[in-house]
């Protein structure tokens, strides 16, 4: 049993992303090592420091020759425990500026204009994860976790996965989940999917975005989720949110530091304005760097009184140069700066003062201090930690306000900012105007809050906590995989069965013997199962009742030959194995109620495309297996509220199966029909059932504990003792009983 507290808190962190916390480049021949900018590095550096974890990723440059490669390897490894995976240049080319940056970084954006989609791409994407997976077995022992990053990697946690049947991995997207309409466009949607399904635990920055990937989920693989838990071939994988944290001590502690503070009294010589302006951010085209130096120009417009009074900072960080569309962007920076400079400077004053570059640590939290008002207002963000941290590096007399835009995944933690659509122009340049003469009083209360929280869930909280819901996870597929009907029951299941005299199968069909068709008729048994079914019921010892929510005419066609009794309408009609009357198990039914409930249901399917009613005896039921999934559960639930209200008083009864809603008389059900056959004998000393949905419950129920119990398919609460995953094998545990 692993729980991070104790055994977890032992265990190996191997860390894989695109990108190794340090870069290494070449200056006058020689190699030399600094921290890598980016979200992910700064915030996981932290992390990765004061563990004895391990970090695989891209170092940023090919060394070239063997003893350079050895060198660099060494200390690489020596001083920052970080294995590097080399890129070619084709590689570079088609898996990092291609297939990462040129597809899914836009489209998960929501620049689905800008994604280009390139098969070669995809395939060196693919054999870069491959790449990547290969270095990892060289480095992983026993017992590690493997936490895997951002899009880049989409693939990985798959493979490792097939190589490793038993790795712990998690996997944490940095950048947003798009809603399904937008991914969707991606060719190799599926793959994808089933790649960061290899995790056990999957993590996003928004519950926004973990919806989104529980939706495109089921309706591009059809699996269903309960509770953010889905199981994929016997394991269970659990989909979370964990709004990322940054190191909030590291900021604030260097803000008060000597080093800072003579920083930003240079700072305050140099500009000597009354206020300063800052944002931060890699120049990328979901920044919105150019929306919001029009509506700084806006501002300037509408309000001249500040003129001379204020200073904008803006540091624009290099990235994706060799991208076409980032070299266009720049060039649109470049000129609206100089137009906006040129329109409103004055001798002593320029408005914009425009770094395009990457600044020392230091200067960048004297600029976070310094500020008292930041713009951070991208069109789309994951999470954005700059917002964090120019929170967190305000330490003397909170000072600082800030503008954030709502399509930030930090707008869901920081509601206390002045949050702003970053495509309204307006809306920006008067947030600016707000920002800069909010009160001190109002600053404080704003400030202080934010801060109060990202305290709380700061970088090694939000570590331990993804890596807490890791273990635990671990755990309940542990817990899960007893019940797993194993190799070990199943012999014991067999020596019962050869042992006993008197042998009673209480078996559902749909779902459980039958794998679950679109249309009822279209599950009718093929030769495989008829031949099960009388051949277990051949055996003089054996009684065979086949229980099913099905119409007594639809079981009497298809199995009414296999010398099997039978249940249909969930326990409405019985018939013996050896007769060929049905009976009704009880007598007062009636089925007056039907023509009121009909139209109801008749509404609905016209509503849910892919719907449709079954008419039974005693029976009313609406299917939604082939409607849109999430329109379907809507509509269920919508339905079960409408008869609730309708039904009420009646004896009647609502029951939710799988992708069915059913009306029946209340008091009929699965469960006291298999009575009927336990009463009639005492002398049972083997008993099987087996069932998909919930309304074998009620038989499981009333059944001896001893009995053999198994639950057709993922529960995660069910009353059987075992679990069998799929039809497919229940049916060769049949088989292998009889020795078939
Ligand atoms: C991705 C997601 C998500 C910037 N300029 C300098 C510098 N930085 C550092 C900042 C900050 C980081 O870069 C930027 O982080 P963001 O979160 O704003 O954005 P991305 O790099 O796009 O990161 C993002 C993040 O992953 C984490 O999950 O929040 O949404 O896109 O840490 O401090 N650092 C230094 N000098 C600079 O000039 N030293």
């Known amino acids: ?50 563990s004895d974890g391990l970090w695989v990723g891209w170092p940023g440059i090919n060394p070239g020759d063997t003893q350079n490669k050895l060198e660099l390897e060494e200390t690489l490894k020596k001083d920052y425990n970080c294995f590097p995976v080399y890129l070619t240049a084709t590689d570079l080319k088609k898996y990092y500026h291609g ?43 026993p017992g590690d976790i493997i936490w895997v990053h951002d899009y880049h990697l989409l ?127 890699r120049l990328d085209f979901t920044k919105g760097i150019p929306e919001r130096l029009r509506a700084f120009e806006l501002f300037l417009e509408r309000y001249p009184e500040w003129h001379r009074k204020i ?100 707008a869901a933690e920081l509601g206390e900012a002045i949050v702003v659509n970053p495509n309204d122009i307006n809306m920006m340049a008067e947030a600016i105007a707000r920002g800069l003469s909010i009160s001190e009083k109002d600053k404080k209360k704003r400030i202080e809050s934010m801060t109060d929280r990202i305290k709380k869930y700061d970088i090694f909280q939000w ?28 012999k014991e299941m067999q020596s019962d069965y050869n042992k006993a005299g008197k042998r009673l199968f209480l078996l559902d069909y749909d779902g459980t013997l039958m794998s679950l068709a679109g249309k009822p008729e279209l599950a009718q048994p093929d030769s495989e199962i008829y031949s099960i079914l009388s051949s277990l019921a051949g055996n003089p010892a054996n009684t065979v009742v086949l229980i099913s929510g099905r119409d007594s005419g639809t079981l009497t066609d298809w199995l009414g030959g296999a010398g099997v009794g039978m249940v249909a309408e969930h326990g409405t ?32 399917s016209v509503r849910t495309p892919g719907s449709f009613i079954e008419e039974k005896s005693y029976a009313l039921v609406w299917h939604y297996r082939k409607a849109e999934p999430e329109l379907g559960n809507l509509r269920s639930k919508e339905l079960v509220d409408a008869l609730y209200d309708m039904l009420a008083g009646t004896d009647l009864q609502v029951l939710q199966g799988s992708k069915v809603v059913e009306i029946k008389p209340a008091g009929v059900n699965k469960g006291r029909a ?56 229940a049916r060769k545990l049949l088989k292998t009983l009889e020795e078939l």
């Open 573 to 604: 009609w019985i018939r013996e194995a050896d007769g060929h009357e049905w009976q009704l198990t009880n007598k007062g039914l009636s089925a007056g109620w039907k023509e009121n409930v009909y139209p109801l249901l008749e509404m609905f």
């Open 674 to 729: 298999a009575l009927h056959w336990l009463e009639k004998d005492a002398a049972w000393d083997f008993i099987l059932a087996m069932g998909d949905d919930w309304t074998d419950e009620d038989t499981f129920s009333v059944l001896p504990d001893w009995s053999w119990t198994i639950k057709v398919g993922f529960a995660p609460f069910t009353g059987a003792r075992f679990l069998l995953d799929s039809p497919a094998k």
């Open 311 to 410: 200073t904008y900072v803006m540091l624009c960080v290099p990235s994706r140069t060799k991208v076409r569309e980032y070299q266009l962007l720049k060039s649109e920076i470049d000129e609206l700066v100089g137009k906006i400079n040129g329109r409103f400077d004055t001798p002593g004053w320029l408005p914009i003062l425009y770094m395009y570059r990457s600044l020392p640590f230091e200067e960048l939290v004297s600029l976070y201090s310094a500020a008292d008002l930041a713009l951070v207002t991208p069109l789309r963000d994951g999470m954005n930690l700059v917002a964090k941290e120019y929170l967190a590096s305000q330490i003397d007399n909170p000072k600082g306000a800030l503008v954030l835009s709502e399509t930030a995944g930090a």
């Open 463 to 490: 570590t331990e906590d993804f890596l807490n819901q890791l273990c635990q996870t671990r755990d309940r597929q542990e817990h899960n995989r007893q019940f797993f009907l194993a190799e070990k029951e199943r």
């Open 1 to 50: 049993m692993i729980t991070r507290d104790s055994e977890l808190a032992n265990k190996r962190v191997v860390i894989a992303s695109n990108r190794l916390p340090v870069s290494v480049s070449r200056k006058n021949g020689r190699l030399g090592i600094s921290p890598s900018v980016g979200g992910l590095a700064t915030g996981l550096s932290s992390f990765h420091r004061g």
């Open 99 to 141: 297939f990462s940056n040129r597809t899914l970084w836009p489209l998960f954006h929501y620049f689905s204009t800008y994604a280009t989609y390139d098969s070669s791409e995809w395939a060196t994407y693919k054999k870069v994860n491959q790449m990547f997976c290969n270095r990892l077995l060289e480095v992983i022992r």
């Open 155 to 281: 693939l990985l946690p798959d493979m490792l996965r097939r190589e490793v049947p038993d790795a712990i991995i998690g996997f944490f997207l940095h950048i947003p989940f798009p809603s399904m309409e937008i991914f969707r466009y991606l060719p190799w949607r599926e793959d994808i999917l089933q790649g960061m399904l290899g995790a056990d635990l999957i993590g996003f920055h928004t519950y926004d975005y973990t919806r989104h990937f529980l939706s495109c989920v089921l309706r591009i693989l059809g699996k269903e989720q309960v509770y953010g838990q889905l199981i994929v071939e016997n394991r269970t994988v659990n989909v979370d949110t964990f709004p990322m944290g940054i190191d909030t001590d590291k900021f604030s502690t260097a803000a008060s530091s000597p080093a800072v503070i003579k920083e930003r009294e240079l700072l305050d010589e140099r500009l000597k304005p009354e206020k300063i302006i800052l944002s931060v951010d």
